[in-house]
């Protein structure tokens, strides 16, 4: 730049920051030019008065932190060490434990002897059920039994006098 | 500022540093006094911190309580005592991002109350004038913050509203110094565009 010339708006902006980021010849033309060392003043001077303002109008804290007691240190230095002892113990009785601790159903004889004959219950009554599908309920409204038919039939077919079937 | 005063500000800032190192070094070995110090000397900047990014009050104290236990848990981690002030900010600003994330996820579920508005009785004074004022400030800060890019935003805000230096911003955000002026550029840049909000600062407004 020219040594005459006045620094422009970013150079200010730059020299605001640090003056010891200009070019020698912007640094040189600084040292000579009071009106561009004025207004870098003015500008930092705005920067100055945000800095204060920000402070006044930001509010107080009403509480100061609170600290905890310090963590016993002993412990400290053994948390480690209890933390690899908790996990070895419960790793031995995982081993130890039958079948790893998880609990097995054990089916004694008599149970399976009882199951056996439910199942078997079970199963009569499937077949029955095959052979006459409606329930005895419906069976009485719906048909008479073979039997009685069978007499009645008879009966009418060659009555006797005592309604008996010769 | 005048080359004394800058002097001045600067001696005063190097004896700070100082003291700070001293007593992260003390917290790292255990010492509760020197933890309670640091707490004392960065509570209320971490507090600014959280405010800013979640602009309510009540979040911004739960979230400062919940980085100071942080800090204490992990002492132990940090490697050195005189980058004491950019750890305990990396730690806030990464316990914010875990806030916004489980915030996003709720809001996903339709859990979470959204982002909240600025609450003017979040303020302090018992002035209506001054509140007005201040609510009209802040109003234009926030607006103008929330028109930034992310990093843009992040810079900005560590830089202008936590007074950090550029270098320790990029500690924090853990970037190379040319990146955050690339970003802390742009913004400027924006804000030498914002006439309300330069009005704001200059005193021109109304």
């Known amino acids: ?166 | 500022m005048t080359p004394d005063r800058k002097k001045e500000f600067d001696r005063t800032m190097s004896d700070q540093n100082h003291q700070i190192t001293i007593l992260a070094e003390n917290a790292m070995a255990g010492n509760r006094v020197s933890i309670e110090q640091l707490v004392d000397i960065f509570h209320q900047d971490i507090f600014r911190l959280v405010y800013y990014k979640t602009r309510t009050r009540m979040d911004a104290e739960d979230i400062t309580q919940e980085i100071f236990i942080k800090m204490m848990k992990n002492l132990h981690r940090l490697k050195s005592p005189n980058k004491f002030k950019s750890w305990l900010f990396s730690i806030a600003y990464n316990h914010i991002r875990d806030y916004f994330r489980k915030q996003k996820m709720l809001g996903v579920f339709g859990l979470n109350a959204g982002v909240k508005d600025f609450n003017p009785e979040d303020q302090d004074t018992n002035n209506p004038d001054e509140d007005l004022l201040k609510k009209e400030f802040q109003d234009k800060l926030f607006e103008f913050i929330e028109d930034l890019s992310r990093w843009e935003k992040e810079i900005f805000i560590l830089r202008f509203i936590n007074h950090l230096k550029i270098r320790e911003v990029a500690a924090v955000l853990k970037k190379n110094e040319s990146t955050i002026k690339t970003h802390l550029y742009r913004a400027i840049e924006k804000l030498s565009r914002n006439n309300e909000l330069r009005d704001l600062l200059t005193g021109d407004a109304g």
């Open chain 1, 1 to 166: 730049m020219d040594r005459n010339e006045h620094l422009n708006k970013n150079t200010i902006i730059k020299a605001v920051i640090d003056g010891t980021d200009l070019s020698k010849a912007e640094q040189d033309h600084l040292a000579e030019c009071g009106g561009c060392r004025s207004e870098i003043d003015r500008f930092k001077s705005e920067l100055d008065t945000l800095e204060q303002k920000a402070d006044i109008t930001a509010p107080l804290p009403t509480r100061r932190p609170v600290l905890p007691e310090k963590e016993n240190y002993s412990f400290r230095l053994f948390r480690p060490i209890f933390a690899a002892g908790l996990t070895a113990l419960m790793l031995v009785a995982f081993i130890w434990w039958p079948n790893g601790g998880i609990p097995v159903y054990e089916e004694t004889t008599a149970q399976i002897l009882l199951e056996m004959e439910a199942d078997e219950r079970l199963m009569t009554d499937i077949e029955e059920l095959e052979g006459i599908a409606l329930s005895g309920i419906y069976m009485d409204e719906s048909e008479e039994t073979e039997d009685l038919m069978e007499d009645e039939f008879m009966d009418f077919l060659i009555p006797t006098d005592n309604g008996s079937v010769i």
